[in-house]
Each structure stands twice: as C-alpha cells, then as structure tokens.
C-alpha cells in the first residue's frame, strides 16, 4: 500500500513532478493555501534556472593546454592562471617537470588574453585532447 502523499511514479524519473503532485495532495487535505502551492512551485522554477545559468560558463568554456617556453619564470604562468580563473575558467591540471603549462576549461576571451599577455614569453596554446600510443 502507498503512502498517503506518494505520487503515482517514480520520484527518480519525474522529481518536479512528484513535487507538485505532493504539494497538490497537501493542498487538497487543506494543509496548504493555493498560494502558498503557486509560490513553491514558482520557487523551484527560480532554483531550476538559476543552477543552469550557473552551469552557463562550464558549457561555453573550452579545453585547452598552455605550455611556456622552460625559462618563463613562474610569475608569467601564475598571472596567466590567475586570468582564466578570473574569467570563471578552471585549472584541471599544472605541469612543471617536463614541460611548464597548465590545463584549463576557460572562456574563449580568457584565452585571447593569456595568449597576449606576456611579449617575452609566448604561450603555446592548443585544444587538450587524449593522446594514445599506436
């Protein structure tokens, strides 16, 4: 037997769903105003847009992999890292054995400026990608 507020499917499938449904159900046993059901579900609309607007600057963000020349001091590549995460851009990776560079998810224009920031020391700027031995 199901419980007295338990929608007709699966709350993993339909979670919105199951939550209007309930707050029908509580409505309808006169526990909550129409009101107050129209203000909670206008309240998970703003929460369900504001967590995809968030996530915006993920989606438009490219992988890429900035190497430096073995001299560049590492004042240049800390600015260069300090541009892309002022930009809402994310450092997956740092390198400094074999090669100096980092690995970043960043917006195209915090590339455009990493790319133009130090005349002396031009950084190498390509897609990250996997790479495989044959």
Known sequence: MRPAFSPPFNYNDHPLLGSIYILRQLREAKYLSVT??????????????????AMLPLALANSVLITYPKDTPDSVINEAKDSIRKAGGIITHEYSLVIKGFAADAPEAAIQQVSTQSALYKPTIEQDQPVSIS
């Open 36 to 53: 107050t059901v129209i203000l909670e579900y206008i309240a998970m609309k703003l929460v369900a847009v504001g967590l995809a607007l």
